[in-house]
């Protein structure tokens, strides 16, 4: 099974802050990676897909890097909306979510 | 635009199946690009990937959850369901229908339901 590792789990931010996440797999994915946004009581929103691509209507200052074994999801400049859950999930060989990271006001 | 919607009962008594049914609209599920998933968000902890069916019936399992769970399509009703038995508390969760573009349309889960509660309680 390929496991799928966050860090942080939680991240203080404030507005207009830089933010990067970073996902590990147990074994190389190749690019077969997405990153998502949770947000309480809601389904999760597709961000990124294959590492690097932006999904429609998803704002620019989202982005993606990495492949293999390790990821980022960067946020060039925080915004409110952006108080939020992210998951990575590896879809090479089945699918696996990693634990989440809690982007919280700091 | 494609929209999900699942469905089944909110409260499951343990040892028993857990069913649950996701209807599609705005698009057909009988199309060889897409998978169509089940994943689950525990309480308090993350998201689980459950499995995946395609369009002709052909199905993957998480290892963790495979010995309990098998999952089903009904092209007739634009629809696909899961079941999850022997069910215990730890099975609680919100459980999400979704599409999953998989390699072939790489966009990983695009679409999603809004997701059911499932509560398994006597």
């Not at chain 1, 597709?46 to 492949?67: D, H, W």
């Amino acid at each position: 099974d390929i496991q799928m590792t966050q860090s942080p789990s939680t991240l203080s931010a404030s507005v207009g802050d830089r933010v990067t996440i970073t996902c590990r797999a147990s074994q190389s994915i190749d690019r077969w990676l997405a990153w998502y946004q949770q947000k309480p009581g809601k389904a999760p929103k597709l961000l990124i897909y294959k590492a690097s691509n932006l999904e429609t209507g998803v704002p620019s200052r989202f982005s993606g890097s990495g492949s293999g074994t390790e990821f980022t999801l960067t946020i060039s400049s925080l915004q409110p909306d952006d108080f939020a859950t992210y998951y990575c999930q590896q879809y090479h060989t089945l699918r696996t979510f990693g634990q989440g990271t809690t982007v919280e006001i700091k | 635009q494609v929209q999900l919607k699942e469905s089944g009962p909110g409260l499951v008594k343990p040892s028993q199946t857990l069913s649950l049914t996701c209807s599609v609209s705005g698009g057909s599920i009988s199309t060889v690009s897409y998978y169509w998933s089940w994943i689950r968000h525990l309480p308090g902890k993350g998201l689980e990937w459950i499995g995946y069916i395609n369009y002709n019936g052909n199905s993957y399992y998480n290892p963790s959850l495979k010995s309990r769970v098998t999952m089903s399509v009904d092209s007739s009703k634009n629809q696909f369901s899961l079941k999850l038995s022997s069910v215990t508390a730890a099975d609680t969760a919100v459980y999400y229908c979704a599409r999953d573009g998989g390699q072939v349309v790489p966009v990983a889960f695009d679409s999603w339901g809004h997701g059911t509660m499932v509560a398994v309680s006597a």
